[in-house]
């Protein structure tokens, strides 16, 4: 399930950030900016009456074009990201993003 998560919040993120590479594992070198990186740094499970809710935590980390009014850019990219990862796709469901800050 976490890499069907990882997966929809790339695809959410490629579709909405065109020109923007997407990646997942970590790069010494070789990452071409302006680029995003997700990973999943936390999880947690529990019962509820007669279901099961799985909550993830993700770390999606944005490296600027510019060297040059970086603040500026993280900014704008920060504002896009709620309305992009409010629902994503994943393993063929709807997937709602809660507590994002």
Known sequence: MIQDLIDGVCTALADNFTGN???TERMK?????????VRCIDQEDGQEVQ???M????SIQ???E???ETDAECHKV???LFS???MIRADGAWIRGADMA
Do not use: H, I, K
Not at 31 to 36: D, L, R, T
């Open 78 to 80: 920060a504002e896009r």
């Open 84 to 86: 992009c990862l409010e």
């Open 21 to 23: 590479e997407v990646y």
């Open 29 to 37: 070198q070789g990452m071409e900016a302006p680029c995003f990186f």
């Open 66 to 68: 510019s060297e040059e």
């Open 51 to 53: 279901r099961y809710r």
């Open 62 to 64: 944005y490296f600027p």
């Open 55 to 58: 909550s993830y935590q993700f």
